[in-house]
């Protein structure tokens, strides 16, 4: 007789050190598991995941003690019907097509660069702390047209807001801080919305504030928990999304040599790093009625945590679903950053991350640019740094022994 393993604690050491071991049993031994810690109901099959980010049945109703106190308000993710639609029909123009491309391209490839000044010349450096937690932040800050000589304070906000999110042990010390934050970040912005308002310019807070469908225009406090989100949910995913790459990529160096020869190949590593080490590795859901999935019935009324780690990981799903491979034929890169993505790793459906293309954009001119610099990488300590975070997840560090391009006797080390 077979004994079952114990359903694992999501909030332990031993979970938070490497999850995707426990992601195997729960999705072979646990598919639906009331997990006591966080009160919740926990998903971890690519087939349940994927129904409850498309079905409407599963809400975001759970999105108003989850978001909205660090957010200061409503935001995008917590609305339905049609106050939904139009409020993403407002923002979403700005982060696809021509606007991102003639107005805010030039604005990432000029931070992007600005970064990388700093340790151009260097035979080391911690792309975490360096450039990957700096970068999306310093683009949110000049595509909103807000003082450059702010990007520490954005930084700190920024950090403070994400850690509100991924609390999921409740610590009231960090639940007071991102409150906090959301509430300095709201102050700083209103004054800066009233002149805009009088007097728009070309940068994305006077398009906010000036956009207008069927008579609805954004109010102050949609545009603050706006940018509060676009801060946490933009700078983490991209954050992690850059040092994951690169940790995937460096660990892997015949793929990464043909990422250095083919740059074609730097969006098909970004989708396969969104499936295979996600940056978001949950997102909660909340249903309105019962609903049968695999292992039982989740009750209405619930919080769901969609574990978008596992069900990246499924084999139900992927070929060797645990293999870093940007050349798997079950991962279509194409789609990998609109709504009919084959990973999770931005939602499905009505919510979809209305800033997928900004990070695509964002990974690409990072990636590119730092490949430009340093036509020599590797990991300084000879091996990659370890990953870490539950609700968010990435290396902490990555400190990479480089060659500057500049170097004389360069030689490719990718």
């Known amino acids: 007789m077979t004994t079952l393993p114990q359903p694992p604690d999501i909030l332990s050491a031993e979970f938070a050190a490497d999850p995707y071991p426990a992601y195997r049993v729960l999705r072979e031994h646990y598919p639906l598991l009331h997990d006591k810690g966080t009160d919740s109901y926990l998903l971890s099959r690519y087939e349940d995941v994927q129904r409850a980010f498309r079905e409407p049945v599963f809400t975001t109703d759970n999105y108003a003690w989850q978001l909205e106190p660090a957010h200061g308000g409503r935001t995008l993710p917590q609305m339905s019907g049609r106050e939904h639609s139009v409020r993403r029909a407002l923002v979403a123009p700005a982060f696809r097509g021509r606007e991102l491309q003639e107005r805010f391209l030039p604005v990432i490839e000029r931070n992007a660069r600005e970064l990388i000044d700093a340790f151009r010349g260097a ?11 700096r970068f999306p932040v310093n683009v949110i800050v000049d595509m909103l047209g807000l003082d450059r000589a702010d990007h520490d304070r954005f930084h700190g906000w920024y950090v403070a807001v994400v850690g509100f999110l991924a609390n999921l042990a409740q610590d009231p010390a960090v639940a007071a801080a991102g409150r906090r934050a959301g509430e300095e970040l709201a102050a700083y912005l209103r004054p800066v919305l009233r002149e805009r308002r009088a007097a728009p310019g070309d940068d994305l807070l006077s398009v906010l504030c000036t956009a207008e469908i069927d008579g609805t225009r954004m109010s102050d406090q949609d545009i603050t928990s706006f940018v509060s989100l676009l801060l946490a949910a933009g700078g983490e995913t991209t954050d992690k999304a850059i040092a994951g790459t690169f940790r995937n990529l460096l660990s892997h160096p015949d793929q990464f040599a043909a990422v250095r020869a083919d740059r074609t190949l730097v969006p098909v590593a970004f989708a396969e790093t969104l499936r ?5 590795q949950m997102i909660m859901r909340q249903p309105a009625a019962d609903v049968t999935v695999s292992g039982g019935t989740v009750p209405a009324g619930s919080t769901v945590t969609c574990l978008i780690g596992a069900a990246n990981r499924d084999e139900r ?31 499905l459906g009505r919510h979809f991350c209305v800033g997928a293309l900004l990070a695509r954009t964002e990974v690409e001119v990072g990636v590119n640019q730092l490949l430009d610099a ?17 609700f968010t997840r990435g290396p902490q560090d990555l400190t990479l022994r480089l060659t500057p391009a500049s170097a004389p006797g360069t030689a490719d080390q990718g």
């Open 123 to 133: 035979e080391e450096a911690d792309l975490v702390a360096q450039f990957a937690t």
């Open 276 to 280: 295979y080490s996600p940056p978001v």
């Open 317 to 347: 799903r992927y070929a060797r679903p645990d293999e870093f491979d940007i050349f798997r034929t079950d991962l279509t890169a194409a789609n990998a950053f609109s709504a009919a993505a084959d990973h999770l790793a931005f939602a």
């Open 374 to 390: 340093f036509p020599g990488m590797d990991f300084a300590g000879g091996t990659a740094p370890a990953e870490a975070g539950v």
